[in-house]
C-alpha cells in the first residue's frame, strides 16, 4: 500500500521521534511504499497568508505553494499521522498543514450550491498516533479527545466515510515509565507491520 506518514515534533530526541521511527520502519518492513512527511526537519510554514486565503478557492492557484505535499496526498492509500497532544489539542504546525493543503480541488469540491464533496477517496486506511500528557479518561471524558474527532472523523469524511481508522494513544505521558513506552512501541510496530 502506499502510505503518506505525517510527522510533527520539533525535537529529534523526543518519545515521538522514537515513535514517529518505529512507525516508518514498521511500514517498510511490512512491504509498503511509504512517503515520510518531517513538517518541522522540512520547515514547513503553518500560516494560511492573507494572500492564500485570498487565492483559496482559486483552484488554478491555491496549490501552488504546497504542491508537493498536495501530490503526496493525492498518491496516497494510507495516512498516518504522529504527533503529541499539547493544550489538548493538534499542534499548531500540524493544523497549519490541514488549513493550507486540504484545499478546494484537493480534500473537496464545492458544489455549486456550496455543498462540500469528498474527494480523498483515494484514501483507504487512516491512522493517528499520539501522546497525551494526562490520563485517557481527563482526554476523553473532560476535553472530548478533539485530536482523535479531528484526525479520524475528519479524514474519515474526506474519504467519503469509506476509510477505515484506527488510534494508537500512549496517554499519561507525564507519569510513564520505560516499560509503559516500550510497551506503546511494541504496538505501533505490531499495528504499522500488519497496516492494511
Known sequence: ???????????????NAEIHRTAVAALREGGHDVEDVDLYAEGFD????REDRLSYHDQSVNRLKVQRYVDLLQWAEGLVFVFPTWCYGLPAMLKGWFDRVLLPGVSFELTDEGIAVPALRNIKSIVGISTYGRPWWVATFVISNLPKRHILRYFKLLSGGRARTKWLAHYDMNRSTPASRGKFLARVATEMKSFR
Not at 500500500?1 to 518519545?15: A, D, G, N, R
Request: glycine residues 0%; neutral net charge; contains cysteine.
Open 1 to 15: 500500500m502506499k502510505i503518506l506518514v505525517v510527522y510533527c515534533h520539533p525535537v529529534e530526541t523526543s518519545f
Open 46 to 49: 503553518p500560516v494560511l497568508s
